[in-house]
Nanobody
Framework: QEQLVESGGGPVQAGGSLRLSCAAS????????MAWFRQPPEKERQFIAA????????YYADFVKGRFTISRDNDRDTVYLHVNNLKPEDTDVYYC???????????????????????WGQGTQVTVSS
């Protein structure tokens, strides 16, 4: 049973930084593309970034503008999201997702849709105060 567990969220001052982690219990982790999404209350889940199974390719939503960095450590079965210069509007629940399908030949418009991802964590809350 695939399982994803996010951590690293919490309260932070505007301008600060966080590193979110997602520990995966997945057979052959490196075969899975991984992604981060976020979801404000009563709104749809929003794509942030994705990384291929090998970690060689990363993809970002337009709004990221260099403040978010996705990475993975296949030896630790973990994917990370580094966020710099946090803003109050970054306050959300952050989710990681996994899927065995390759994303390398797909447009971002395809895999930025939450329904494309098979497995999800429970989320970690990030609260940014001004």
């Amino acid at each position: 049973q695939e399982q994803l567990v996010e951590s690293g969220g919490g309260p932070v001052q505007a301008g600060g930084s966080l590193r979110l982690s997602c520990a995966a219990s997945i057979r052959t982790f490196s075969n899975y593309a991984m992604a981060w999404f976020r979801q404000p209350p009563e709104k749809e889940r929003q794509f942030i970034a994705a990384v291929t199974g090998s970690g060689s390719n990363t993809y970002y939503a337009d709004f990221v503008k260099g403040r978010f960095t996705i990475s993975r450590d296949n030896d630790r079965d973990t994917v990370y999201l580094h966020v710099n210069n946090l803003k109050p509007e970054d306050t959300d629940v952050y989710y990681c997702a996994a899927d065995p399908a390759s994303i390398e030949l797909r447009p971002i418009s395809w895999f930025s849709r939450p329904e494309r991802w098979d497995y999800w964590g429970q989320g970690t809350q990030v609260t940014v105060s001004s």
